[in-house]
């Protein structure tokens, strides 16, 4: 069975010859060195319907593209001359403490590809001290993976807007008790889901359940349903970030739903900028969730140099998962190496001094495709945006201060 990386899937070709595979098994699990080679494996050994049930985009896969290709537009500022002796990537997110920046986001269906399900991913995140926050549209019910849990293991969960109001009610009070401890509430998808062309060749997309008349007031009223701090999931405009930062939630989840419902829709990135050009403020106020074609510890750091304090992964845990529990471990060391290396190899080896330290990207080819002109001065590594990090952490501002002074006229 050759798949090509490039030419089939759109993900870049970094030498994996699939040429021994056979087509409907796994691989061996050494031959997975990147996130994106998990995809590849799932290609290689899930169903046909069940893959494209993963891998899909909606219509013609522009936003789901251009997830996975921001990347390139994006160039790291690495310094030298630095003490990155002591690494770092455990932080905070919603107060709780983890063990990386990075999380893995919902998505329906774990068991698709594995048996296990949701479970080997609870598990395997638990053990790595990484924050899973399960899909409402699971394969296992809310007490099976409550149960499935490790000790001390901390893990949001997700809810959908369902018009059956019984049912939220019933689903709420269970994430309660199942020790859940915060809800992403996933505001993207009222009423429909996306048009899936490439799934739809399988199955209809059929009828979400989810209310179509979920208005700001709807908003809070359910507010009042629940004692779990709620994180707006799938917002996609700067406006609608302000908005719930003003109605008062700790944080707010910037997602295109993996490019699953519109298309033509701006990646995390590119709504980034745009905050940091009409709200800036907000990154001082709230915590700032994002995900979408989030493959490499690069990705993460440069979401997190714009300001984002935890970033999510839908399909690679989930294409991982066809190995079990390992193939959710070993993903997550791969993802942890490779920001380790990148961290050490930048000059800033802890990841608290990444949050919204921007002398670290360069973001202007995308600003000048998405503004029409560069938000930045084009002369000088100064960053346009004020490098004060969320939370206040007093030591990343010390270090964006020294590397603004000491670099700017070096670019
Ligand atoms: C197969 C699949 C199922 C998903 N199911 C849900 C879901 O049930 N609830 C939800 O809020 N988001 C869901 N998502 C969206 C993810 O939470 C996440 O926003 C998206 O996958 C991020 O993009 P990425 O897959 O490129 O990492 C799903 C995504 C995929 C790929």
């Known amino acids: 069975a050759v798949i090509d990386q490039e030419l089939d899937e759109g993900i870049p ?29 799932a290609k290689n050994s899930m169903r046909a319907r069940d893959y494209a049930y993963f891998r899909t985009g909606v219509l013609d896969e522009i936003t789901y593209i251009n997830n996975l290709n921001i990347w390139k537009k994006i160039r790291l500022n690495g310094f030298s001359f630095s003490d990155v002796s002591d690494v770092n990537l455990a932080t905070t997110i919603l107060g709780y403490e983890f063990s990386a920046p990075f999380f893995f986001a919902p998505a329906a269906s774990a068991g698709r590809a594995h048996p296990d399900a949701e479970a080997s991913i609870i598990r395997a995140a638990g053990n790595a001290g990484i924050l899973y926050v399960p899909s409402i549209s699971s394969t296992l019910d809310i007490e099976e993976k409550a149960a499935a849990a490790v000790d001390g293991q901390i893990m949001f969960h997700q809810q959908y807007i369902w018009s059956n109001d019984t049912r939220l009610r019933d689903e709420l009070a269970r994430i309660e008790a199942g020790g859940f401890r915060a809800l992403f509430l996933t505001v993207d998808n009222t009423g429909v889901v996306g048009v899936r062309s490439r799934y739809e060749r399988f199955s209809n997309s059929g009828n979400s359940a989810h209310s179509s008349s979920f208005t700001i007031e709807a908003l809070n009223h359910l507010r009042t349903l629940t004692d779990l701090p709620i994180v707006p999931k799938g917002l996609k405009t700067a406006h609608d970030i302000k908005l719930c930062a003003e109605l008062g939630f700790p944080a707010v989840y910037l997602s295109n739903h993996g490019g699953r419902q519109v298309d033509g829709v701006p990646t995390a990135v590119e709504i980034l900028l745009d905050l940091h050009l009409q709200y800036p403020e907000v990154f001082d106020q709230i915590e700032i969730y994002t995900d979408g074609g989030v493959r490499r510890g690069t990705h993460i750091m440069a979401l997190l140099a714009l300001g984002v304090r935890a970033v999510g992964m839908g399909r690679p845990p989930i294409f991982a998962n066809v190995f079990g529990e390992a193939g959710v471990t070993r993903l997550i060391n791969i993802l942890r190496q490779e920001m380790i290396t990148e961290m050490m190899n930048m000059g800033q080896a802890d990841v608290n001094h990444w949050f919204g330290n921007t002398t670290f990207i360069n973001t202007r080819q995308i600003e000048l495709e998405y503004f029409g002109a560069p938000l930045s001065v084009p002369t000088s590594s100064t960053p346009f945006i004020h490098p004060s990090p969320p939370g206040g952490s007093g030591s990343a501002s010390n270090v964006t201060a020294k590397r603004g002074t000491m670099y700017m006229a070096m670019d």
């Open 13 to 41: 070709d970094t030498g994996l010859d699939t040429g021994p595979w056979t087509a409907g098994q796994v691989p061996p699990i050494a031959q997975m060195i990147t996130a994106n080679d998990f995809q590849i494996a």
